[in-house]
């Protein structure tokens, strides 16, 4: 079945810690790649976006997401993170050539960053 | 400039009622879609509808309907309910450069 894979699903760092968080699809063709985060009790916020050219995206708050063409990733990154990091990060594809606008999403991984 | 907004924020039904979730979108967007998102779990698409009509379908059974006005305004309606109909209702809004802006949701209990 197609699908989104997040293989993290509950992360703890510490404040200033690196962060990378894995996120791999099925499908072949071409893709529209997403991450999305989701604050407590705040809803669903767009992060960053890949549609095509340089794989190296930059999003807002400091995070960037490199897609692998050839291995089907689409992983978020941050240098050093924030207490106010602390969130649920969700990976999502669409499918441009469908017509359709439909995001399948990952099952998102759970950030906790202590301070 | 308003985001999308949905209403209500927080619902309690019995099992077999019927509900009905709104969703305004952006302004200036024509499409709206729906999403489930149960705990734990990313959001699920439920359907989407541009110019009044469903244009795509998820895995959802037909007790899962919709609606678009002309003001592309929407609602979705949920019949005989069941208790894993339990969940976060996400409405997202977009104008065919396929970035989709998510409302705060409609968190629906079914007891």
């Known amino acids: 079945a197609q699908s989104v894979s997040q293989h993290n699903h509950h992360v703890i760092l510490s404040e200033a810690a690196s962060l990378e968080l894995g996120c791999n699809y099925s499908?072949?063709?071409?893709?529209?790649l997403f991450w999305y985060v989701q604050y407590p009790g705040q809803h669903l916020q767009l992060l960053l976006k890949?549609?095509?050219?340089?794989?190296l995206v930059k999003g807002i708050k400091g995070f960037e997401a490199e897609f692998i063409k050839s291995k089907f990733s689409f992983n978020l990154r941050k240098p050093s993170v924030q207490w106010s990091d602390t969130a649920e990060y969700f990976c999502?594809?669409?499918?441009?050539?469908?017509?359709?606008?439909?995001?399948?999403f990952g099952t998102g991984t759970r950030l906790l960053v202590s301070p | 400039d308003a985001g999308v907004t949905q209403s209500p924020t927080h619902l309690i039904k019995t099992r077999g009622q019927q509900v009905t979730l709104r969703c305004s979108p952006k302004?200036?967007?024509?499409?709206v879609s729906w999403y489930q998102q149960a705990l734990g779990q990313g959001p699920q698409f439920i359907f989407q509808?541009?110019?009044?009509?469903?244009?795509q379908r998820g895995n959802f059974p037909d007790r899962f309907s919709g609606h678009q006005f002309p003001n592309y305004s929407s609602e979705l309606n949920v019949n005989a309910l069941l208790l894993g109909d339990s969940a976060l209702y996400l409405c997202?809004?977009?104008?065919?450069?396929?970035?989709?802006?998510f409302g705060p949701g409609t968190r629906l209990t079914v007891t």
């Open positions: 997202a809004s977009s104008l065919a450069v396929y970035e989709q802006y």
């Open positions: 302004s200036g967007h024509d499409t």
């Open positions: 999502a594809v669409l499918r441009p050539n469908t017509g359709f606008q439909k995001l399948v």
């Open positions: 890949y549609f095509s050219g340089d794989p």
């Open positions: 499908y072949g063709g071409t893709v529209n």
């Open positions: 509808y541009y110019e009044e009509e469903e244009r």
